[in-house]
């Protein structure tokens, strides 16, 4: 009975390994391909002084999300993992609104890294609508997705101060930090279940 409890013990563990190192490299994966598609573009954008290789280029944000997706799926095996009581919708709206109001502000004022504010106000809303509720029911033991909100909203003030070209240079090689961090950090927590 005991090697039963320890069996079920090892397997909890490691459906929360996966999960959590999935977060991790959910970051890694998502912050390579992101940051060097809008490398590309910043740099096409610097040759040619047209608003319509910045609308191309976030237009093509679209198929780049479910191909990061189907590389994430591709590197965690599949686990059967539990879900929260609508995580779908809990996904879109932690995106919708922040982009919403950013297309409100956009409008209004000319920001050119006001991408990287609303990033981080997407992923603070992630965190609570998904991240927190998965900790707390014990499904993840890292939280990279606070980190790098946190991260990326501190930093963003002093963003402003930078001329319109340098500030969308610096958030982009501040947004791939920052992903960085979040995903290693994410692996680490994953990697001491088994040490704990």
Known sequence: ????????????????????????????????????????????????????????????????????????????????????????????????????????????YSIPSLWYGTLGASFLLVHLLIERPLVLNGLIKAKPFLLASILMLLSFPALLSLPPYLDSMAALGLCLLFYSLAGVHALVRAAKLFSE
């Not at 996966?18 to 910043?42: E, V």
């Open 1 to 108: 009975m005991e090697d039963a409890a320890t069996l079920g013990e090892f397997a909890r563990k490691l459906r929360v390994y996966f999960r959590t190192a999935s977060m991790g490299i959910s970051f890694l994966i998502y912050g390579a391909i992101f940051g060097g598609y809008w490398l590309l573009i910043f740099s096409i954008g610097s040759l040619y002084n047209s608003p319509w290789i910045f609308i191309g280029g976030t237009l093509g944000v679209i198929p780049l999300v479910f191909l990061c997706a189907l590389l994430v799926a591709k590197t965690v095996p599949g686990i059967r993992r539990e879900r929260l009581p609508y995580e779908g919708a809990r996904w879109m709206v932690s995106f919708i609104i922040p982009i919403a109001a950013a297309i409100i502000i956009g409008s209004l």
